[in-house]
């Protein structure tokens, strides 16, 4: 969690920023690996008898499984939220995808939630639940709920959501008279 004062604004800065990690996730994507190295294994060094159709399916079995664990445990390693004058911007992973970007007109509320946990959403990641809405979840612990303008919720799991609800709840309130703020 960091809060980066780019201006002269006494109470807030102009940009806050802030981060969640599991490393956890970081185990998964050895899995993800070992299946991926098993794969190319088997490509390069098989004595198969059975015929090339069982081993091209084993091959591209555990390729396509070893890279879709490590894209998908990758991506959600960490989260990070970012929040300046106009908008909400959610990053997920290192190369940040997927990504979300939240203009403040859309937002009419945000809240802190003490206990977010992968179990309410269904797993780690990137989430929707027709009753909860949408959030990204990257590991059990404090969040930021924003109440959208079309009655939805997004959650985000990051450190310092108290300070980040602050931080929301005064560009709320410092929209322009007759905004959907």
Same mark, same amino acid.
């Given at each position: 969690m960091r809060e980066h004062p780019r201006g002269e604004h006494g109470s807030h800065p102009d940009v806050w920023t802030g981060r969640a990690t599991n490393r956890v996730q970081?185990?998964?994507?050895?899995g993800g690996a070992a299946c991926l190295a098993l794969g190319i294994e088997l490509a390069v060094d098989s004595s198969w008898t059975n015929g090339i159709a069982p081993l091209v399916m084993a091959v591209v079995g555990c390729i396509a499984a070893g890279l879709l664990v490590l894209f998908g445990t990758l991506a959600f390693v960490h989260v990070a939220l970012k929040v300046d004058k106009e908008s909400l911007e959610v990053r997920c992973g290192h190369i940040g995808v997927p990504r979300r970007r939240i203009p403040l007109s859309q937002v009419v509320g945000a809240e802190f939630a003490p206990y977010v946990t992968p179990r309410q959403w269904? #797993?780690? @990641?990137?989430?929707?639940?027709?009753?909860?809405?949408?959030?990204?979840?990257?590991?059990? #612990?404090? @969040?930021v709920v924003l109440q959208l303008w079309d009655g939805h919720t997004f959650t985000i799991t990051v450190d310092n959501a108290e300070a980040a609800v602050r931080v929301i709840k005064s560009r709320l309130r410092a929209g322009t008279p007759g905004t959907a703020h």
């Amino acid at each position: 969690m960091r809060e980066h004062p780019r201006g002269e604004h006494g109470s807030h800065p102009d940009v806050w920023t802030g981060r969640a990690t599991n490393r956890v996730q970081w185990l998964l994507a050895l899995g993800g690996a070992a299946c991926l190295a098993l794969g190319i294994e088997l490509a390069v060094d098989s004595s198969w008898t059975n015929g090339i159709a069982p081993l091209v399916m084993a091959v591209v079995g555990c390729i396509a499984a070893g890279l879709l664990v490590l894209f998908g445990t990758l991506a959600f390693v960490h989260v990070a939220l970012k929040v300046d004058k106009e908008s909400l911007e959610v990053r997920c992973g290192h190369i940040g995808v997927p990504r979300r970007r939240i203009p403040l007109s859309q937002v009419v509320g945000a809240e802190f939630a003490p206990y977010v946990t992968p179990r309410q959403w269904g #797993g780690w @990641g990137y989430r929707w639940r027709p009753e909860k809405g949408t959030a990204v979840v990257v590991r059990c #612990g404090e @969040g930021v709920v924003l109440q959208l303008w079309d009655g939805h919720t997004f959650t985000i799991t990051v450190d310092n959501a108290e300070a980040a609800v602050r931080v929301i709840k005064s560009r709320l309130r410092a929209g322009t008279p007759g905004t959907a703020h």
